[in-house]
């Protein structure tokens, strides 16, 4: 059974930090690109930051291009998402996904469950 799990999400006040992980079970991730996304109160899905399969692509979302920084340790299966200068509009559910291949611009065929990110101002 394929699993996406995140950990790392919770309460900070605005300019703070957050590291969220996203961990692999299942199969090996190594080959497809991985991304975060998340959903606000109310609000759509949106997109956060991919990484293709190496590590040597990567793509932000505007609002969080300079602040967010996606990673990924295929030896660990895991992705990680470093958030700084956290805004309270940054409040949301993030989740992990994975691509159907090395590319993001493939679609996504896996999804974890989600964390919550909640920004105080």
């Known amino acids: 059974q394929v699993q996406l799990v995140e950990s790392g999400g919770g309460l900070v006040q605005a300019g703070g930090s957050l590291r969220l992980s996203c961990a692999a079970s299942g199969r090996t991730f190594s080959g497809s690109a991985m991304g975060w996304f998340r959903q606000p109160p109310g609000k759509e899905r949106e997109f956060v930051a991919a990484i293709n399969w190496s590590g040597g692509n990567i793509y932000y979302a505007g609002s969080v291009k300079g602040r967010f920084t996606i990673s990924r340790d295929n030896a660990k299966n895991t992705v990680y998402l470093q958030m700084n200068s956290l805004k309270p509009e940054d409040t949301a559910v993030y989740r992990c996904?994975?691509?159907?291949?090395?590319?993001?611009?493939?679609?996504?065929?896996?999804w974890g469950q989600g964390t919550q990110v909640t920004v105080s101002s």
């Open positions: 996904a994975a691509y159907s291949g090395g590319s993001y611009s493939t679609t996504v065929n896996y």
